[in-house]
């Protein structure tokens, strides 16, 4: 891993950027939603204003981690060629042979079966790792072990 901030690529940083709207757009619709010092009704009422409450705080530290990560993204710099970290393509060899070329991003994306989140236990794994290391992740099934083959393309 990196001493600063870890490189984001561009498509990961838009996608926080988006993330970022929409959490702020719902976070408003939930605060207009409060009550400002009005008194609240009965113990059901209480507890719907209790909920809203809990979700635009939920929210705060959302959109907060995001923020901090975006401002942390404009000083991060390119991904290195060297050292597997967010942005890096990697190719892996597992313990039965088979090869996979991954791309370790910061977000889970459904179109993209080839992503590994940098906080999955293999994303985990391969941070600040080199060609020819061997890293060990857990597994549903139990340990398991893979070699960095190669970073890029």
Same mark, same amino acid.
């Not at 009704?41 to 995001?66: H, N, P, T």
């Given at each position: 891993?990196? $001493?600063? &901030?870890? &490189?984001?690529?561009?498509?990961? /940083?838009?996608? /926080?950027? *988006?993330? /970022?709207?929409?959490?702020?757009?719902?976070?408003?619709?939930?605060?207009?939603? /409060?009550?400002?010092?009005?008194?609240?009704?009965? *113990?059901?009422?209480?507890?719907?204003?209790?909920?809203?409450?809990?979700?635009?705080?939920?929210? $705060?530290?959302?959109?907060?981690?995001?923020?901090?990560?975006?401002?942390?993204?404009? !000083?991060?710099?390119? &991904?290195?060629?060297?050292?597997?970290?967010?942005?890096s393509?990697?190719?892996?060899?597992?313990e $039965?042979?088979? *090869?996979?070329?991954?791309?370790?991003?910061?977000l889970a $994306?459904?179109?993209? &079966?080839?992503?590994? !989140?940098?906080?999955?236990?293999?994303?985990?794994?391969?941070?600040?790792?080199?060609?020819?290391d061997?890293? !060990?992740?857990?597994?549903?099934?139990?340990?398991?072990?893979?070699?960095?083959?190669?970073?890029?393309?």
């Amino acid at each position: 891993m990196t $001493d600063g &901030p870890e &490189p984001i690529n561009a498509d990961a /940083l838009r996608a /926080l950027r *988006e993330e /970022l709207a929409e959490l702020r757009a719902e976070r408003d619709e939930a605060a207009a939603t /409060l009550r400002d010092g009005e008194p609240v009704g009965d *113990e059901a009422d209480a507890a719907d204003e209790l909920q809203r409450v809990s979700q635009v705080a939920r929210l $705060d530290r959302r959109i907060a981690e995001i923020e901090e990560r975006v401002r942390a993204a404009g !000083t991060a710099g390119a &991904p290195p060629s060297d050292v597997v970290g967010v942005g890096s393509t990697v190719t892996v060899r597992f313990e $039965d042979g088979g *090869e996979s070329t991954v791309h370790v991003g910061e977000l889970a $994306d459904a179109d993209d &079966p080839a992503l590994v !989140t940098s906080d999955s236990p293999l994303g985990t794994a391969l941070m600040g790792r080199r060609a020819g290391d061997t890293v !060990t992740y857990r597994t549903p099934g139990g340990p398991m072990s893979a070699t960095v083959v190669s970073l890029g393309s």
